[in-house]
């Protein structure tokens, strides 16, 4: 694809090795984007990291609550650190929460199947973040355990 903001396909992933280690020492994930559907994919990840020991944290202007989590209406208004951001939105909505999770020192931002944004990937490997795209974090955790 010639416009690299809409492109499918990540620039570049950190080694499974690193994404092993960023699994498994993050808690924290604040997931954007999450439904209150039971049957779709946000809803299914965030349930699985649940069960597995993560705290989730429901980034969704819509709701008050999701998964017996309080909703936030957007990062900024999380009141605690945050490991990863987990990205659950249309391709045109990340550069703005890429740039929430370096305005709060998130650690890294996931990006789901099919989601990838080379700019905002790079402005936030520029600021230190660990990127990871167009990949699930449920089956990354799965083949990595």
């Not at 020492?25 to 809803?43: F, M, Q, Y």
């Not at 080379?118 to 355990?145: D, N, P």
């Amino acid at each position: 694809m010639s416009d690299d903001a809409n492109c499918e396909l990540p620039d570049s992933n950190p080694p499974s090795e690193e994404i092993a280690t960023l699994l498994s020492e993050s808690k924290v994930t604040a997931i954007v984007g999450l439904s209150d559907k039971p049957d779709r994919s946000s809803n299914r990840v965030a349930r699985y990291l649940k069960r597995h020991g993560y705290k989730i944290i429901p980034v969704n202007p819509l709701k008050d609550e999701i998964l017996g989590e309080k909703c936030y209406p957007s990062l900024a208004e999380v009141p605690e650190p945050v490991d990863i951001v987990t990205i659950f939105r249309k391709i045109d909505a990340v550069p703005a929460i890429v740039e929430e999770a370096i305005k709060i020192s998130a650690k890294a931002i996931w990006l789901q199947l099919g989601l990838a944004h080379h700019r905002s990937a790079e402005k936030a490997r520029q600021a230190g973040l660990i990127v990871v795209q167009s990949k699930c974090m449920e089956i990354e955790h799965k083949r990595l355990q």
